[in-house]
């Protein structure tokens, strides 16, 4: 057997696309790693959840993203391979193959991107809330963080060919749901927001008066859109608006 025909072996092509396929991957990773690094994405994810685990694994987001597009193309040279080589002549498998890598790729992404999005979404949410000192605010942002990470686990699922439509109708069904409870059970939330603005608007008192709300007494401190914030002494007390408007505020004048 000449070189030209041992060159011309599938078996031969087959290895030399293998090899050429695991070169390509390794490099394609490690500029993935690079650029996601030069881009702040190793800062976006610092401290949430999913890179706790990562780190718990001995790596990190960028590291595990950067292996998924090798083991993109890793995939890709071992299928380009067996095709060559004759071990699967059905060319109709070839297809579906070739298109379904491509979308299991996209749906990792959407479920890491997924997970990132709804840490840095519960985050935002809680930062926004801090100052509101109702206990119903609380749930909040965790129904913030699990709506995210349920859309992206639909957008993955739809990816990779799987019918969503009851996941959907669940999805609309939860959004109604949220709704309907929600108003039910942040009505104090709801009213006493609806009064702040009538507070801040109205301002029937300002901070430096001294007032009474119920059996409460002392120096108004704070009046925000949520609670009236008032100290007496060595104590701080912390009204709902709402109570404002069913127990009444007398000022106290000195």
Known sequence: MDWQTLV?????????????????????GKLNKELLSAAGVTDAVEGTPFERTAQSLGTSTVEIVARISSWFIYGIAVLTAIHIAELLPTDAFWANIIQFIPQVFIAVFVLILGFII??????????????????????????VKYSVLYIAFIIALDQIGVHVFALLILLAVYTVGIVIVGGYAFKDFLVSS????????????????RVRIG???????????????IEDDSEEFIVPNRRVFEEGVIRIRS
């Open 215 to 229: 059996d409460q007494s002392g120096i108004v401190q704070e009046v925000d859109l949520f609670v009236t914030k």
């Open 194 to 209: 609806a009064a702040g603005i009538y507070l801040l608007l109205n301002q029937p008192y300002s901070i430096g008066d």
């Open 8 to 28: 011309d072996e599938p078996a031969v092509i087959a290895v030399a696309v293998l090899a050429l396929g695991l070169v390509v991957g390794y490099l394609v």
């Open 118 to 143: 709804a840490d840095k979404a519960e985050l935002s949410v809680s930062e926004y809330l801090r100052g509101v000192k109702l206990p119903e605010v609380a749930i909040i942002p965790k129904v």
